[in-house]
């Protein structure tokens, strides 16, 4: 990303800004993330989901405020839903209907600030189908906002630089945490993590909760060895360029209530 990021004062980042400084920016876009707290190996820290995802919101919002929009990013959620996770000690969680309760809530003060769009930022693979679940709710309430949600948008043409696939603790993560913590990535502990196995395979083109301590029995899964932080930076930044420009298409376009269609 080859823009200037602004000051604190104009950056987005609501935990950093003063009542007047928030006043001033007079928000047209708030955006959430949405974190986890939870084992990812013997080499990542359990915070893992909470700092990839407020890296990228971080990034994501300050370089579209750069760009002239108005985006006022929330704190990150760091407790959301991980049941799959209940046989690993301090797998943290709240209950499916109570993220979802709290989504409602947050849109719902966000309407009453006058917000009238909200973007839910999800770093955390357990908790798309609650996301989804309250989306709908709040579809089917008079007045709310407008809602979508991501988890990055890299821009089309952008080629990742992952070798090994994994979807828990691999490469992709091991490398965002190199770039953003490298003191919290434990590197004389990167391996090749086992992933069980299914005993019926046809499972594996279902959707189901997988019990993860039999899935990913050291609670990641796959090659890390490879992992570097120019991988991360590539990733966290394309990922960030792609969001930052939906963030100030989303702060420049009229409300009114055909939005989102002309």
Same mark, same amino acid.
């Given at each position: 990303m080859?823009?200037?990021? !602004? %000051?604190?004062?104009?950056?987005?980042l609501l935990e950093e800004m003063t009542v007047d400084q928030v006043r001033s920016l007079e928000p047209e876009v708030v955006m959430v993330p949405f974190g986890s707290t939870e084992p990812h190996g013997p080499h990542l820290p359990m915070g893992t989901d909470t700092y990839q995802v407020t890296a990228l919101g971080r990034l994501a919002t300050r370089c579209a405020n750069a760009r002239g929009a108005r985006v006022l990013l929330y704190p990150t959620l760091p407790i959301t839903n991980n049941v799959n996770f209940r046989r690993f000690p301090f797998a943290l969680r709240i209950g499916v209907r109570t993220l979802m309760t709290v989504i409602v809530d947050i849109v719902t003060q966000c309407r009453d600030e006058g917000i009238r769009k909200v973007v839910l930022l999800n770093g955390h693979g357990g908790n798309p189908a609650a996301i989804d %679940? $309250? +989306? =709908?709710?709040? $579809?089917? +309430? *008079?007045? +709310?906002p407008f809602v979508c949600t991501t988890g990055g948008l890299a821009p089309a043409g952008?080629? &990742? !630089?992952?070798?090994h /696939? &994994? *979807?828990? %603790? %691999?490469?992709s993560e091991t490398s /965002?945490?190199?770039?953003? =913590? !490298?003191?919290?990535?434990?590197?004389?502990?990167?391996? *090749?993590n086992p992933f069980g196995r299914l005993r019926v395979p046809g499972l594996a083109r279902t959707r189901f909760v997988r019990p993860w301590h039999l899935y990913v029995p050291a609670s990641a899964g796959g090659e890390t060895r490879a992992s570097s932080a120019d991988k991360g930076r590539r990733l966290l930044e394309a990922n960030a360029e792609g969001l930052a420009q939906l963030l100030v298409e989303l702060s420049t376009a009229p409300y009114d209530e055909r939005f989102p269609y002309e």
């Open positions: 080859n823009e200037e990021c !602004p %000051g604190p004062e104009f950056s987005g %679940g $309250a +989306m =709908r709710e709040i $579809a089917g +309430m *008079d007045d +709310m952008f080629t &990742s !630089p992952i070798e /696939r &994994s *979807d828990h %603790g %691999g490469e /965002r945490l190199l770039w953003i =913590r !490298p003191d919290l990535v434990h590197q004389d502990k990167l391996t *090749d």
